[in-house]
């Protein structure tokens, strides 16, 4: 755990002094880190959309162009689903970050139970930013 987190601080450190570096998954060394390893191919991903009620085959698409993704996603998934799908990848995000500059590793369920949290609340503070179903252009 720590040559990963250490490779993370020191390929970070040269990315901010302006050399382009690839990132390996934190949780997958050797493997290039990108958004569609990260959301979808990463072990970790998979177990956590696992434990969602979204359908893996409306998730399950070629991550190569993400907002190409994103749009087919948006295309298979119902409005309440969608919601789901966009906070779990927030969820996701945060569960790298965690790991990466907290070294907290967290789990598959803990991200899920996360995004579950996150829709809870914004159903109860009309200030939160996470989109609910009905702001969704859902045809
Ligand atoms: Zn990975």
């Known amino acids: 755990m720590e040559g990963v987190l250490g490779s993370h601080s020191d390929a970070l450190q040269i990315t901010l002094e302006g050399v382009d570096v690839q990132l390996d998954c934190p949780r997958c060394p050797d493997h290039p ?5 990260l959301l979808l191919q990463c072990t970790f991903a998979r177990q956590a959309w696992a434990l969602t009620e979204i359908p893996w085959h409306c998730v399950d698409h070629d991550p190569e162009d993400i907002e190409k993704w994103m749009q087919g996603v948006f295309g298979r ?5 969608f919601t789901l ?4 990848c927030w969820s996701l995000w ?3 970050n965690q790991l990466i500059f907290e ?3 967290g789990s598959p369920p803990e991200v899920v ?3 579950r949290r996150l ?3 914004s159903a109860n503070d009309p200030q939160c930013v996470v989109p609910m179903r009905d702001s969704w252009a859902c045809f």
């Open 33 to 37: 880190e990108d958004l569609g390893h």
């Open 77 to 81: 998934l119902g409005c309440g689903e």
């Open 85 to 88: 799908f966009l906070t779990v």
């Open 94 to 96: 945060f569960s790298r």
């Open 103 to 105: 070294a907290q590793p």
């Open 113 to 115: 139970e996360h995004a």
């Open 119 to 121: 829709l809870r609340a």
